[in-house]
């Protein structure tokens, strides 16, 4: 039997190699298909820097991204000056003054401090907005401060 590369795999590996049934056999060996390739929903990212500031939190977007079977994806960042508990009930997503669907929330932590800011994503579906309309995210607390996003076709 020969490998890849033409090297011998009965002495490279020291066992010889027999195609049989799997009752019989002492090693079953699965071979993966090259040609079939695994379908992977490929991101496509796109820098996107804006920020908006609520009562000393600072919201931050890093990056916009679409997949191919239709999310939306929004990279941001929240910090703050001093400790802060981030409460995932504040972030609101709306388009033409109406609000529009999350479908995920992806925080690294709920604290929030100085030396230590929060990550996340948010995840859209492309069917809940309108890809003519810009976005806003909105930090609704006490007062409420938003950041505008770009109309979704201009995502790519």
């Given at each position: 039997?020969?490998?890849?590369?033409?090297?011998?795999?009965?002495?490279?590996?020291?066992?010889?190699?027999a195609t049989g049934g799997e009752p019989a056999a002492d090693y079953v060996v699965y071979l993966q298909n090259?040609?079939?390739?695994?379908?992977?929903?490929?991101?496509?990212?796109?820098?996107?820097?804006?920020?908006?500031?609520?009562?000393?939190?600072?919201?931050?977007?890093?990056?916009?991204?679409?997949?191919?079977?239709?999310?939306?994806?929004?990279?941001?960042?929240?910090?703050?000056?001093?400790?802060?508990?981030?409460?995932?009930?504040?972030?609101?997503?709306?388009?033409?003054?109406?609000?529009?669907?999350?479908?995920?929330?992806?925080?690294?932590?709920?604290?929030?401090?100085?030396?230590?800011?929060?990550?996340?994503?948010?995840?859209?579906?492309?069917?809940?907005?309108?890809?003519?309309?810009?976005?806003?995210?909105?930090?609704?607390?006490?007062?409420?401060?938003?950041?505008?996003?770009?109309?979704?076709?201009?995502?790519?």
């Amino acid at each position: 039997m020969t490998g890849r590369n033409g090297t011998d795999l009965v002495g490279r590996l020291g066992q010889n190699f027999a195609t049989g049934g799997e009752p019989a056999a002492d090693y079953v060996v699965y071979l993966q298909n090259p040609r079939e390739k695994q379908k992977s929903a490929r991101i496509s990212w796109k820098s996107y820097r804006s920020q908006l500031k609520n009562d000393g939190l600072t919201l931050a977007t890093t990056r916009l991204a679409t997949t191919k079977d239709g999310v939306l994806l929004v990279e941001f960042q929240v910090a703050s000056g001093s400790r802060q508990k981030l409460n995932p009930e504040w972030i609101w997503l709306t388009q033409n003054r109406n609000t529009r669907p999350i479908h995920g929330l992806m925080l690294s932590s709920q604290e929030v401090d100085a030396r230590k800011p929060i990550s996340g994503v948010m995840q859209i579906l492309r069917n809940d907005v309108s890809e003519t309309d810009p976005l806003r995210i909105e930090l609704r607390r006490k007062r409420s401060s938003f950041l505008s996003l770009p109309k979704v076709n201009a995502w790519k």
